[in-house]
């Protein structure tokens, strides 16, 4: 299922706190000033940190087409995801998962909305 920075950013606004913003000079979305997940435009992926390394072997060796790293990104927990390829229901869980990890504890407690 081929999906957009405008399908993410769609489904990351229903988590509360999460705001449109800038990093590296591309789109992304933030809670507060930290990243949840930002557009890489040359190749038109979807940069989603908070995946430990062990989790972006599985991910990128499950679904290459969709998960992969580079060089760049070795020591970083992040995985990259093709969004000509990804569907919502293969990021979902992963934006989901950072939001928690990154938000504060009256944005989690309020749920989405």
Same mark, same amino acid.
């Given at each position: 299922?081929?999906?957009?920075? &405008? &399908?993410?950013?769609a ?8 705001? #449109? ?5 591309? #789109?992304?979305?933030?809670v ?16 989603l /940190?908070?995946? /430990? ?10 679904? #290459?087409?969709i998960?992969?790293?580079? /060089?760049?990104?070795? &020591?970083?927990?992040i995985?990259?995801?093709?969004? &000509?390829i ?17 938000? /504060? ?9």
């Open positions: 299922m081929r999906m957009t920075w &405008d &399908d993410v950013v489904f990351a606004l229903t988590f509360p706190e999460v705001a #449109p913003s800038t990093s590296y000079g591309e #789109p992304s979305l933030k507060g000033k930290k990243m949840l997940a930002r557009l890489r435009e040359k190749d038109n992926s979807v940069v /940190p908070g995946v /430990p390394s062990e989790e972006r072997e599985m991910l990128s060796e499950s679904a #290459p087409d998960f992969f790293y580079e /060089p760049h990104y070795q &020591d970083y927990a995985v990259l995801a093709r969004l &000509d990804a569907g919502l229901d293969d990021i979902a869980g992963l934006i989901e998962r950072r939001w928690r990890a990154i938000a /504060p504890k009256r944005a989690i407690a309020a749920g989405r909305g």
